[in-house]
């Protein structure tokens, strides 16, 4: 059987967007019939089926949230194509009939990793 695909998200060089980056072994450990993949959001994102599974940095929760809904994703001011961001590139699969569902683990930006972790295991459990 074929693992489904969980998109990790995140610079490695800030601290505070790299949470994804540091739960990935034990993600893999608590949840092995995933495959976590660590991949720059504006890479080619290949949704499986039509859907795309994502653990990503948030700023403003101080707990772990779940979103659906592209709509509720706010956009960066786009200037030029260096300012295109996950949430264009959702919309933009969305539109052209490459996503149909969206599921991102949005964690909070400096997040306790533990505290973090346990929530995220929790939500996982619930919607997957």
Known sequence: MEKSIIYLFGNPLLAEDNLPLQLE?????????????WQDPNENLRPDNGELIIIDTVVGPEE??????????ERSPNYSLHDLDLGFNLKLLSKIGLLDKVTI???PAGGDSV?????LSRKIKEIL
């Open 64 to 73: 772990v949230i779940v979103l659906t809904d592209l709509e509720k994703i």
């Open 105 to 107: 683990f949005g964690l």
């Open 115 to 119: 505290r973090t972790f346990e929530q």
């Open 25 to 37: 072994p034990a993600l893999k450990l608590a949840f092995p019939r995933f495959d976590f993949i």
